[in-house]
């Protein structure tokens, strides 16, 4: 799981493509963001809602005008706004592990992008990502903030299967796991994707969207996984609190 630059997903390709066409008009309306992008005008209200809630539109006198967060997303530097690679990067740094980031998308997981540590590689995408949730942390993270219904659904499309002799071994005993996880907590799991390599995730969820941050360590360091996770959680509590990191759905 360690492609080399972002794969977006399409809800980020469309809430960019409103973000440029309001800095490019300086305001539009809803309906016209959605004639002149092309989206169901449903969707763009969805869109438009998000990102005006994140504070990078302003909604005035009916139409859309770039917001105050605007300006962070060509930001630079970890903890300034910066770009998701450069803000991972720098905390893969931190945490001395390479870091992994994914959203829920229409009840999917969808891997947006990892990042490599120094000296320290991620994890290789040996098993498709997005139908192993149930195996890695990441994914088990994810899972952990759908409603009971909605993760039968996603293990109807994508049935548990045997990873390593350590995954979760069938699908009653990960709804067990998953509706013992607290909510905001930190996630682990020791070698259920991988052998050899653990793994912790923090979800983050920002203006109704569900994402969480993970990262791996080679087992022979699984001391300290557990508190590189609360480590974690709290870098993402403090860039949450600072809106140093958004999302964008």
Request: glycine letters at 8%; a neutral charge; charged letters at 25%.
């Amino acid at each position: 799981m360690a492609p080399t630059s972002p794969t977006l997903i399409g809800s980020v390709r469309r809430a960019l493509a409103l973000l440029e066409l309001v800095a490019e008009h300086h305001e539009l309306t809803a309906k016209r963001l959605s004639r002149m992008a092309g989206l169901p005008l449903a969707t763009t209200y969805h869109l438009l809602r998000t990102l005006v809630h994140d504070g990078h539109l302003r909604h005035e006198r009916g139409a859309f005008r770039l917001g105050p967060a605007a300006p962070r997303l060509a930001g630079q530097g970890y903890g300034q706004g910066a770009r998701l690679p450069e803000w991972l990067r720098a905390l893969g740094e931190e945490l001395d592990a390479p870091v992994y980031y994914a959203v829920l998308d229409g009840g999917e997981v969808e891997f947006v992008t990892s990042v490599d540590a120094p000296r320290r590689p991620a994890v290789e995408e040996w098993a498709e990502f997005r139908v192993t949730a149930h195996a890695h942390a990441l994914g088990q993270c994810l899972l952990a903030q759908l409603a009971p219904e909605a993760r039968r659904a996603y293990l109807t499309r994508r049935p548990v299967i045997p990873l390593t002799p350590r995954t979760v071994p069938d699908e009653e005993a990960l709804m067990r796991r998953l509706a013992g996880i607290r909510r905001g907590a930190p996630v682990v799991e020791r070698e259920e994707y991988v052998l050899g390599t653990v793994c912790g995730a923090v979800p983050i969820t920002v203006g109704g969207v569900h994402s969480a941050v993970a990262f791996s360590l080679p087992v022979d360091e699984e001391d300290r996984l557990e508190k590189t996770a609360l480590r974690l959680r709290g870098r993402l509590e403090r860039a949450l609190t600072s809106h140093a990191f958004t999302v964008l759905v």
